[in-house]
């Protein structure tokens, strides 16, 4: 399958870029004095911030000059600011890829000596992506989390209606980081949906005579993820950032948060082993003998 690397900070959907707010601030120094005023910027290799007092001046000073809880409100208010910015936090998307796949066929069994024979062939394909960040913001970051929704449809049999239904099917997952270090390149595997393409190959005695032709078919198809890279510090600053892959992937595709609940999925621990070989007839099961053969031929 071929592979496509998506950069968050090369999309036009990519949300919370750009300056950080911060609401007017009461920044006190070690030396008792007091300044009302808004930061403009911060650099945190010089510790120079510039603030805009409530009196319209601008005042350039080292952030280390405040009292500690002012200081921590400076940094963090920096650390958003380029937690905001594509080139200091950086996201790689690449996929979807297969993880893994196998078949397995559903057999009819008759009574007695009769033949075993394939009702359905079940293909599976384990899906997933691979996403890497990279934290150039400077600081040892606190409280990221990477969220992400991935969409694909299913087809399925609604035997209510006898016929083919498609559902369109989102799992939700996050992944939780106390503390992202200055300097981190981290990789990590999402994670999988299973898809499922089957066969209705049917055989004797069926009663699903409306599965003909191109009907007996059941399809799939990946569509996307939606993937959000959140942070929130302790001084009430906080960014959302955006992207979807593919890039143009429809807003019809609504965000589902995760939770407890829809990030438990039940395809995580299905059997990939290959099981497509016949079973025995119910007569050889029992050793081909032992009493009647219940209707055999």
């Known amino acids: 399958m071929k592979r496509l690397i998506v950069f968050v900070f090369a999309l036009a959907g990519v949300l919370g870029t750009g300056t950080v707010s911060a609401e007017m601030h009461e920044f006190t120094a070690k030396d008792g004095s007091v300044v009302q005023g808004e930061i403009m910027d911060y ?155 089957k066969e209705y190959v049917g055989g004797r005695q069926t009663l699903l005579r409306y599965l003909e032709g191109d009907g007996r078919l059941f399809r799939n198809k990946m569509i996307g993820m939606v993937f959000r890279a959140e942070i929130k510090t302790a001084s009430g600053f906080s960014a959302v950032r955006e992207v979807r892959q593919p890039i143009d992937l429809s807003e019809e595709y609504a965000w589902v948060e995760p939770t407890p609940e829809n990030t438990i999925w039940p395809d995580d621990s299905l059997d990939e082993s290959e099981d497509t070989k016949k079973p025995p007839t119910f007569w050889d099961e029992r050793g081909g003998g032992g009493g009647s053969d219940g209707g055999g031929e």
């Open 43 to 197: 650099n945190v290799d010089t510790d120079v911030v510039s603030i805009k007092s409530d009196r319209g001046k601008t005042l350039q000073t080292k952030a280390g000059t405040f009292r500690d809880e002012d200081f921590k409100y400076i940094r963090d208010w920096d650390a958003v600011r380029l937690f905001s910015k594509n080139t200091h936090f950086r996201v790689y998307i690449d996929g979807p890829m297969s993880k893994n796949k196998w078949t397995k066929y559903t057999w009819y069994r008759g009574p007695g000596k009769r033949e075993p024979y394939a009702t359905w062939i079940n293909n599976f394909n384990r899906m997933g992506y691979t996403i890497k960040f990279e934290n150039q913001t400077g600081y040892d970051l606190e409280n990221v989390v990477l969220k992400y929704c991935i969409y694909y449809e299913q087809e399925r049999l609604d035997h209510a209606v006898e016929k083919k239904v498609t559902d369109l099917v989102v799992r939700p997952s996050v992944q939780l980081f106390t503390i992202v270090p200055n300097g981190i390149n981290k990789k990590f595997e999402s994670a999988s949906i299973v898809l499922r393409s």
